[in-house]
């Protein structure tokens, strides 16, 4: 009788899980590299949530390198290429969903300088203002709520993770069946002996 383990495709490389079962291992190498804080592992600890994401996406896939360092190394090197934007990334959007309504209501505010003897003389092309003003006026806008909620929606992201993780399918094979030709025992093979 076969077990389950032998239904199991086999691969000419090892898979993610086997080459780091748990975010401490994952951490250490990232550590020993010369990628070591190119994304955060402090509050919160981004690190440890890409390993966790990446053992969900890519636990079971077969490392597209025969080489482990080399493979660790593309690995890091994707962490350092998208992993700060990512993190910015998570950071704004963060902010945006702790938005309160007076937070999206406010509206941005116009003020209007004018100076008949400014303290300095004002060059034509200067984009500074002018430290003496005679007279201001301000303009001052709110958004209605409809406006300020759809401006929002528009800004809100659920894709930030997924693009970023995408980064990495490179770092795998893809394919659907098993790299090493796999033997079935038939139940009518069992009969005839």
């Not at 700060?84 to 702790?98: N, Y």
Request: proline residues 4%; aromatic residues 14%.
């Amino acid at each position: 009788m076969m077990n389950n383990d032998e239904l199991i495709p086999q691969y000419s490389t090892i898979t993610f899980t086997d080459v780091w079962d748990n975010v401490d291992d994952f951490k250490a190498d990232l550590a020993e590299s010369p990628f070591n804080g190119c994304i955060s592992s402090s509050d919160p600890d981004n690190v440890s949530i890409l390993f966790y994401l990446l053992y969900a996406r890519y636990g079971n896939n077969p490392i597209a390198n025969h080489d482990i360092t080399q493979w660790k190394f593309k690995i890091f090197g994707v962490m350092f290429q998208y992993g700060p934007t990512w993190e910015k990334r998570l950071d704004i959007q963060a902010k945006l969903r702790g938005l309160t309504d007076d937070d999206i209501l406010k509206g941005s505010k116009a003020i209007y300088n004018h100076a008949f003897n400014p303290s300095t003389v004002p060059s034509t092309g200067s984009l500074d203002e002018l430290n003496y003003i005679n007279d201001q006026s301000t303009s001052n806008y709110k958004k209605s709520k409809m406006d300020a909620y759809m401006q929002l929606w528009e800004l809100l992201r659920t894709d930030i993770t997924e693009n970023f993780l995408n980064q990495f399918r490179k770092c795998f094979k893809i394919f659907v069946s098993a790299e090493k030709p796999m033997l079935f025992v038939s139940e009518n093979s069992e009969e005839e002996e």
